[in-house]
């Protein structure tokens, strides 16, 4: 197996969404903000390289949307999907299976692009199988008021209807889940319903894909919780729960955020799970 890195991309988003009831004197010691309040963040997304299989974990933004979509989240750097395929000799025809961590459209945008006259969508990668699970698949395209904004149709209908999309098993009160593709998930509900986040076995160490569970270093205090979850108590929770097996099992956490860690680990403190070391994944492996 072979785990690339891949910064499809950056972006800004507000400071106080991003850490809910959190103060910003607080939040702003480890994510500074801009005079407008606007803290940076990547869209770092994963490619596996196992076998005949080249599986991609998330995909970014995408480029289809128009430009008062892009507008609200300030994309800035030189970064892209295409980029860093490329870096590593690849391009999208070559990805066998794309897994969904969620639909949210910084996680799955790129999923799906214009077809060439700009007449409707097509799949990004025309030779892959897309992975979601039903719980989610239902909770994105049946969305609720608050979520709806990140919940486009554009990025998530086209994936099923184009007849790539298969199911992962995911049961209601599961806290970790196999998946067909090698490797289990460590499932949570308190950001989005059914959010999936990957555990890779890889050279004697357990690398854990966070999403949205933990966005950046600087949420890794349990009342550092993002405005736009779902389900706080339950994200407080269930963060709780995942950051004592980190601690415990010495995790390497791969932050999809974090603009300036790519990666890190967590310790046992008298305060509780706190920071431990970041870095390069391949500075851990």
Known sequence: MKIYPLNTGNFKLDGGAMFGVVPKSLWQRTNPADANNMCSWAMRSMLIEDGKRLILIDTGIGDKQDAKFFGYYFMYGDDSLDKGLNAHGFTRDDITDVFLTHLHFDHCGGAIKWNNDKTGFEPSFKNATFWSNKRHWNWATK???????????????????????????????????????????????????AQMCPILNYNGNKIVFMADLLPSTGHIPLPYVMGYDTRPLLTLTEKERFLNMAADENLILFLEHDSVNEACTVKHTEKGVRLNNTGLLSEFL
Not at 146 to 167: D, H, T, V, W, Y
Request: hydrophobic residues 45%; glycine residues 6%.
């Open 143 to 193: 969305p609720n008021a608050r979520e709806k904004a990140s919940f486009l149709k554009e990025n998530i209908l086209p994936i099923q209807e184009s007849g790539q999309l298969k199911f992962i098993d995911v049961a209601q009160d599961a806290f970790v889940a196999p998946t067909p593709l090698g490797f289990d998930a460590v499932v949570v509900n308190g950001h989005t319903d």
